[in-house]
């Protein structure tokens, strides 16, 4: 079972930036999509972006040209690079592991969830 484990969340101003980072321990990174998803209060987790295992992203309509996905398999770590932040970007964040190595924004497939990362965007 792979073991997924968020970092980085916080409060910050509109305008801001955070990075997240994406813990991964008992299996080879190489051969997984990691997937990060996010959950607002009182509405549905969605995806916001994913890698694939031979570094293929992609990102939801919403965050693009503002966040950037990348992976060090190396230091077993997946991290999402946030700017231009939102208020409307506050939610928990998960990342969450797909052994199939596909990147997609749909969470079937991915059956390893971390426990989250909140963030706030707020002034």
């Known amino acids: 079972q792979v073991q997924l484990v968020e970092s980085g969340g916080g409060l910050v101003q509109p305008g801001g930036s955070l990075r997240l980072s994406c813990a991964v321990s008992?299996?080879?990174?190489?051969?997984?999509?990691i997937g990060w998803f996010r959950q607002a209060p009182g509405k549905e987790r969605e995806g916001v972006s994913s890698i694939s295992n031979s570094d293929g992203s992609n990102y939801a309509s919403s965050v693009k040209g503002r966040f950037t996905i990348s992976r060090d398999n190396s230091k077993n770590t997946v991290k999402l690079q946030m700017n231009s932040l939102k208020p409307e970007d506050t939610a928990v964040y998960y990342c969450?592991?797909?052994?199939?190595?596909?990147?997609?924004?749909?969470?079937?497939?991915?059956?390893?969830w971390g426990q989250g990362a909140q963030v706030i965007i707020s002034s």
């Open positions: 969450a592991a797909d052994p199939r190595g596909l990147r997609q924004l749909d969470a079937i497939g991915f059956i390893d």
């Open positions: 008992g299996a080879n990174l190489d051969y997984y999509a």
